[in-house]
Nanobody, 127 residues
Framework: QVQLVESGGGSVQSGGSLRLSCVASGVDYVRNSMGWFRQAPGKEREGVACIGSSGSSSHADSVKGRFTISRDNAKNTLYLQMNSLKPEDAALYFC?????????????????????WGQGTQVTVSS
């Protein structure tokens, strides 16, 4: 059974940093594209970053230069390093996986392209 388990969320002050992790099991992790999404209260879920099986990545304009997605295939783990956090970054962050190995090179932010989702980890940013 496929499982994606996020961790690393918490409360930080504006300008602070957090590193989120997502451990995948029961999925062909090496061949999968992996992504991070977030959803704030009253808002739609939005794509944050995507990384393909090749290691190529894409980041949403709102987080470019501040967030970095990476993966450690030996550990079946996905990461999101978040720096210079802003109050508007506060949200429930979700890890996602897709069997489309080159998804990140095209329109990856559409939710229907992602087959599996984690339960989410909460990020709170105070001003």
């Amino acid at each position: 059974q496929v499982q994606l388990v996020e961790s690393g969320g918490g409360s930080v002050q504006s300008g602070g940093s957090l590193r989120l992790s997502c451990v995948a099991s029961g999925v062909d992790y090496v061949r999968n594209s992996m992504g991070w999404f977030r959803q704030a209260p009253g808002k739609e879920r939005e794509g944050v970053a995507c990384i393909g099986s090749s290691g190529s990545s894409s980041h949403a304009d709102s987080v470019k230069g501040r967030f970095t997605i990476s993966r450690d295939n030996a550990k079946n783990t996905l990461y999101l390093q978040m720096n210079s956090l802003k109050p508007e970054d506060a949200a429930l962050y979700f890890c996602a996986a897709s069997s489309i190995y080159d998804l990140c090179s095209v329109s990856w932010s559409r939710q229907y392209a992602w087959h599996y989702w984690g339960q989410g980890t909460q990020v709170t940013v105070s001003s």
